[in-house]
């Protein structure tokens, strides 16, 4: 039998991993929005739109964005 690492636990003789800490579907949707507009804001500065026009689209793609996923995007609960 395998060596069971000491954070393991077993329910049923069977060991298991911890469950990874679940996030809230407005963290999800913050790191969403900041990660596609900080994408869009440096696409902008890559194809050399100015930086004052470049930041400010990204920053109105990032709130869109969260409040898009925010609204869409999660899952319907199983009842």
Same mark, same amino acid.
């Given at each position: 039998? /395998? ?5 393991? !636990?077993?329910?049923?003789?069977v060991p +298991?991993? *911890?469950r *990874? *800490?679940?996030?809230?579907? &407005?963290f999800?949707s913050a ?7 900080a994408?869009?804001? +440096? ?7 100015s &930086? /004052? !026009?470049?930041?400010l689209? &990204? ?7 969260? +409040? ?7 899952? *319907?609960?199983?009842?």
């Open positions: 039998m /395998a060596q069971v690492a000491a954070r393991d !636990t077993k329910v049923g003789g +298991f991993p *911890p *990874p *800490p679940a996030f809230s579907p &407005g999800s790191v969403w929005g900041i990660c596609l507009g994408f869009v804001w +440096f696409g902008l500065l890559a194809i050399g739109v &930086g /004052a !026009t470049a930041f689209s &990204g920053v109105i793609s990032a709130v869109l964005i969260f +409040f898009y996923v925010r609204l869409y995007g999660a899952d *319907p609960l199983n009842r």
